[in-house]
C-alpha cells in the first residue's frame, strides 16, 4: 500500500443496504457520484459505512468490488479495524491484495 496520493476531499462513505444485503448498484452509483464530484478519494468500510454491523464476508466483499472499481482514479482508503485481531489482519490483506492505497485501522 502507497500512502503518497492521499491529499484533499475523502468522505467517509456509507454502505447502502437492501433487505437482501449489500446493495451494489447502489453501491456503485455512490463511488461513481463521489468521483464524478471531484472528491480525492474515498474511505470504505469505515465506522460510517456501517463496518461494525458487517460481516466479514461482507465487508472483503465490499472490499474485493470496491477498490479495483475506482483505485486508478482516486485515493482508496479502507477500514480494516477490528476487536478481533485475526479479522483486522484478514481484512488489511484483502485491502492490500485489492490494490487499495492505505488501510484505517484501529488497535484489536
Known amino acids: 500500500m502507497s500512502t503518497q496520493n492521499i491529499h ?3 468522505p467517509a ?3 447502502p443496504f437492501t433487505k437482501e444485503g ?9 463511488l461513481e457520484w463521489h468521483i464524478e464530484q ?5 474511505v470504505l468500510c469505515g465506522t460510517t459505512g456501517e463496518s461494525p454491523t458487517q460481516s466479514l464476508e461482507e ?3 465490499i472490499i474485493e468490488h470496491s477498490v479495483p472499481l475506482v483505485k486508478d482514479r482516486i485515493t482508496v ?8 485481531t485475526a479479522d483486522a489482519i484478514s481484512l488489511t490483506k484483502a485491502a492490500e491484495t485489492s ?3 492505505a488501510a484505517l485501522i484501529i488497535t484489536p
Open 8 to 10: 484533499g476531499s475523502i
Open 13 to 15: 462513505l456509507i454502505t
Open 22 to 30: 449489500v446493495d451494489w448498484s447502489g453501491l456503485d452509483r455512490l
Open 38 to 42: 471531484g472528491s480525492h478519494g474515498l
Open 59 to 61: 465487508h472483503a466483499e
Open 77 to 84: 482508503i479502507v477500514g480494516t479495524g477490528s476487536n478481533n
Open 99 to 101: 490494490g487499495a492505497h
